[in-house]
Structures are given as structure tokens and as C-alpha cells.
């Protein structure tokens, strides 16, 4: 069975489109849900579930490297598998990329770096994108 640690940032519907899936004899199973905005509508949702949470606030950190860090120490304690980012709205640096190289799927339609935040699609087809 697949261990899977699921980033989010805001309400998860990606995060539960990927839990519902993992019942009965899917090959995995979530075991955190973690986010960087602790006001993440997802958290609840995933708490009802009965999977663990995470809410790391990025603000409280002084630097990306050190929000980064904590984020990785809250990971790596579920010893998952597989490291989906699922509407995980927060560049990653290098260093935590390769931290889960091979091991990381994002699963977010984003258009990052050009169109990060909200709404990307909408302002990528206004662009000609």
C-alpha cells in the first residue's frame, strides 16, 4: 500500500477528488493533508475524513527555506510514498523538489511561474496563451 501526503492551500477539492478514489482496493491511502494557509477549507474536510492535518502558516517563517524545512519535517514523519500537490498554491525551491524527486506529482492544472494565484487558465486565454 502506497503511502500519499497531500499539500493543499485552499479548499481541497482536488485533495478530495484524490481520497474518495483511495478506498477499497486502490493501491494507496492518504496519510496527511497539510497546507500553508491554516484557514484552508480543506483541512476540515480532510480532518472529517479521518486523515491527519497539517496547517504550516508560510507567513511565520523567516525565509522560504525555513517554511520549507518545517513543511518537510511534518512530511517525512508520515514516511509517505508518494507527495501530491493538489491545489498547493506556494512555489517550491529546488532543494524540497529534489528532496521528493521521483516521488512528487502535482496534480493542480497551474500555468506557475507565469500565471501564479487564482483564476490562471481564465488569464492565460486572455493573454493568447
Known amino acids: ?5 497531500i499539500l493543499i492551500s485552499g ?16 493501491p ?13 477549507g480543506g483541512l476540515a474536510k480532510a480532518a472529517a475524513l479521518g ?9 511565520a517563517y523567516r525565509s ?6 518545517a513543511l518537510a519535517d511534518r512530511i517525512d514523519a508520515t514516511r509517505p510514498d508518494i ?3 493538489a491545489g498547493f498554491m ?8 529534489r528532496r521528493y524527486e521521483g516521488r512528487m506529482l502535482n ?4 500555468l506557475l511561474p507565469k500565471y501564479p494565484g487564482l483564476h490562471t487558465h481564465a488569464r492565460a486565454l486572455a493573454a493568447g496563451d
Open 28 to 40: 494507496a491511502r492518504p496519510v496527511l493533508v497539510a497546507s500553508n494557509d491554516p484557514m484552508a
Open 90 to 97: 506556494r512555489i517550491l525551491a529546488p532543494g524540497f523538489i
Open 11 to 26: 479548499g481541497g477539492s482536488n485533495m478530495l477528488a484524490l481520497v474518495r478514489d483511495m478506498v477499497g482496493d486502490h
Open 51 to 59: 486523515i491527519p492535518t497539517a496547517a504550516l502558516d508560510h507567513r
Open 107 to 110: 496534480i493542480h492544472p497551474s
Open 1 to 5: 500500500m502506497k503511502r500519499v501526503a
Open 64 to 69: 522560504r527555506e525555513a517554511f520549507e524545512d
Open 83 to 85: 507527495l501530491c500537490l
